[in-house]
């Protein structure tokens, strides 16, 4: 079935320093993909989105590629703020079986001054 | 303001006494999800609901019931709670997508933490 794997955490960084987080996917036929936020004490919320291979979503200058032959989205981010300590998860959302989301489990960073 | 609601936000409980977590959302969303996010697990998607009267198990429905009456509405019910069902729960809404593809982005709640003892 469709899943989701990211890099395990937790990823400590000092601020401006380059984040990379990895994240792959399993699924059949064409999913969207996501990168969602969760501050702390809150829901998740969501980052950016790509809907087809070679899309580049961005946003408060994360960015992540859709790369279909590596089945990949990684997120990255040029120069981490603390204001950017949350934790990150992937997901990807199918139309198969009736609209499902598969989310993968987390990456919390820390990004310290 | 356009936002998923749910309550309670935190909910002490013990094992076997039937509870309700409402979730409402004011965007007219026609499919509406509840998960709940363990330690190690990621969220992991209880039920879903496509549509008034359309609902559907996710990945992990044992000890859960939900209804959808109403578009705005998608209640969880614990009929009998274990403490295995400590969780923090979310709720979450979206457009259900027309046609293939598209990126039908997913609305949260704030989360609702229950302990079951």
Redesign the interface.
């Known amino acids: 079935g469709d899943s989701v794997t990211q890099m395990e955490g937790p990823v400590t960084l000092s601020e401006e320093a380059f984040l990379t987080i990895n994240c792959t996917y399993t699924a059949t036929g064409?999913p969207?993909l996501?990168w969602?936020v969760q501050y702390p004490?809150?829901?998740?919320?969501?980052l950016l989105?790509?809907?087809?291979a070679d899309d580049k979503g961005s946003n408060k200058g994360f960015e992540a590629t859709y790369r279909k032959e590596t089945t990949s989205f990684h997120l990255e981010k040029g120069s981490v703020q603390v204001s950017d300590s949350a934790v990150y998860?992937c997901a990807l959302?199918s139309?198969k079986g009736?609209?499902?989301?598969y989310?993968?489990?987390?990456t919390s960073l820390t990004v310290i001054p | 303001e356009a936002q998923?609601t749910q309550n309670p936000r935190y909910l002490i409980t013990v094992t076997g006494k039937k509870l309700t977590v409402t979730c409402s959302q004011n965007m007219n969303h026609e499919?509406m999800?509840w998960?709940r996010q363990d330690p190690?697990?990621?969220?992991?998607?209880i039920y879903?609901s496509?549509n008034v009267e359309v609902t559907?198990k996710?990945d992990v429905p044992e000890g859960y019931k939900v209804s959808r009456k109403e578009k705005r509405n998608f209640p969880l019910i614990l009929e009998s709670p274990s403490p295995n069902q400590t969780s923090l729960y979310?709720c979450?809404s979206s457009f259900?997508?027309q046609g293939?593809?598209?990126?039908?982005?997913?609305t949260?709640?704030?989360?609702s933490r229950l302990t079951v003892l």
Do not use: I
């Open positions: 064409y969207s996501f969602y004490g809150e829901g998740l919320q969501l989105k790509a809907t087809k998860f959302s139309l009736g609209n499902q989301f989310f993968g489990t987390g | 998923v499919y999800s998960y190690g697990l990621g969220l992991r998607q879903y496509m559907d996710g979310f979450a259900y997508p293939g593809g598209g990126a039908n982005v997913l949260f709640g704030a989360g």
